[in-house]
């Protein structure tokens, strides 16, 4: 069992950065999701990291803008959001899963989420 908490959402200006973390507790050694949420949209691929952190991937839509990071001795995963727009706005999700992929299924374990919004 593995239980995630995610912090570091918020109110920023386009432009602007925020990070992100989840924290990790139970069995804690799984591949990483960051997935999210607008309303009445459907839950979308951010990006993912490997188990060793050895890979990453992430969503063309954040590309260049978006990265993944994870401290396996702190059992946290982090994303950092830079030049933030107000399309980024959503409830932001990790997730673990035994192995990594884009899809929502992928994952089995979920965080509660933290709202981040843009403003223009």
């Known amino acids: 069992q593995v239980q995630l908490v995610e912090s570091g959402g918020g109110l920023v200006q386009a432009g602007g950065s925020l990070r992100l973390s989840c924290a990790a507790s139970?069995?804690?050694?799984?591949?990483m999701g960051w997935f999210r949420q607008a309303p009445g949209k459907e839950r979308e691929f951010v990006g993912f990291?490997?188990?060793?952190?050895?890979?990453?991937d992430s969503a063309d839509s954040v590309k260049g803008r978006f990265t993944i990071s994870r401290d396996n001795a702190k059992n946290t995963v982090y994303l950092q959001m830079n030049t933030l727009k107000p399309e980024d706005t959503a409830v932001y999700y990790c997730?673990?899963?035994?192995?990594?992929?884009?899809?929502?299924?992928?994952?089995?374990?979920w965080g509660q989420g933290t709202q981040v919004t843009v403003s223009s």
């Open positions: 139970g069995q804690t050694l799984y591949a």
């Open positions: 997730a673990a899963g035994a192995v990594t992929g884009a899809r929502v299924r992928d994952y089995v374990y």
């Open positions: 990291i490997s188990r060793s952190g050895g890979r990453t």
